[in-house]
C-alpha cells in the first residue's frame, strides 16, 4: 500500500475514535481522498482510452484482475449507495442526475457480479467523461454529509428496515458475488462506512488501477 496513503489512514481512524479529534479526523479523510482523487483523475489526462477497458491480469485473484474504468464505476456507485440509501435514505446522485443514460452504462448496481471478459465489455460502454462528471458529484455529496456529522452520529447503526429498501431499488445484484453488500453496510455504524467504504475501498481499487496502468 502507498505509504502516504496508508499513513493518513491509520491516522484518520485513530482520530475519529476521538471526541476532541473527531473534526480533524475528518479532515484527515478529505486529504486523503483529495490525493486519491488526483490520481484517478491522471488516470483521464495521461491515458487513452482503450486503457481504460484493458484487462491484464483477468486471470488474478484481486482488485488488479479488474479494468480502470470498472474500478471507478465500482468505487463511487458503492459510495452513492452507502451516502444516500444507506445512511440517509435518500435519491442516490445516480438517479437523480440521470447517469445511467448519461454514462451509457448497461447496469445500476455496483459490478460485484460481473467477472472477466464481461467486466472489459462493460468498460467499453461507459462514457468517460460523464463517469468522471459522476464521480466528482458523489464525492462532492458524501463530503458534505460527513461535514455535516457529529461526533455522537458516528455511533449511530443502520436500521434493520434499510436492508429491505436496499434490496427493493436493485442496485446490489442478487448474485451471491455481490448480495452479501447489504449485510456487509448494513450491520456497521457509521463509523465503520467511513472506514470502509469512504477511504479504504478507494485506497484497494486506485492502487489496483495503478498497477493494471503499469502492466499496459
Excluded at 485513530?14 to 479523510?29: C, E, N, P, R, V
Excluded at 455481490?178 to 467504504?197: E, H, T
Aim: with cysteine.
Amino acid at each position: 500500500m502507498n505509504r502516504e496513503w496508508s499513513e493518513l489512514n491509520k491516522t484518520m481512524q485513530a482520530q475519529i475514535k476521538k471526541k476532541d479529534t473527531y473534526k480533524t479526523g475528518i479532515d484527515t479523510l478529505f486529504v486523503l481522498r483529495s490525493q486519491l482523487m488526483q490520481t484517478l483523475v491522471s488516470f483521464k489526462e495521461e491515458l487513452c482510452r482503450d486503457a481504460f477497458n484493458a484487462i491484464p491480469f483477468i486471470n488474478a485473484d484481486g482488485y488488479h484482475s479488474k479494468t480502470i474504468a470498472y474500478s471507478i464505476w465500482h468505487i463511487f456507485r458503492i459510495e452513492d449507495i452507502v451516502a444516500h440509501t444507506v445512511i440517509k435514505e435518500e435519491e442516490q446522485v445516480f438517479f437523480a442526475g440521470n447517469y445511467q443514460k448519461r454514462i451509457n452504462s448497461p447496469i445500476i448496481t455496483t459490478g460485484n457480479e460481473l467477472v472477466k471478459q464481461q467486466i472489459a465489455e462493460f468498460s467499453k460502454q461507459l462514457n468517460l467523461d460523464e463517469l468522471y462528471s459522476y464521480i466528482f458529484e458523489v464525492r462532492e455529496s458524501t463530503e458534505k454529509t460527513l461535514e455535516r456529522l457529529s461526533y455522537e452520529d458516528l455511533k449511530r447503526k443502520i436500521p434493520e428496515e434499510r436492508k429491505e429498501y436496499l434490496k427493493s431499488l436493485h442496485v446490489v445484484s442478487d448474485d451471491e458475488k455481490a448480495l452479501w453488500l447489504i449485510d456487509y453496510w448494513c450491520n456497521k455504524d457509521i463509523r465503520g462506512l467511513i472506514q470502509m467504504p469512504f477511504s479504504r475501498h478507494w485506497i484497494m481499487h486506485t492502487e489496483a488501477c495503478l498497477r493494471i496502468m503499469n502492466k499496459i
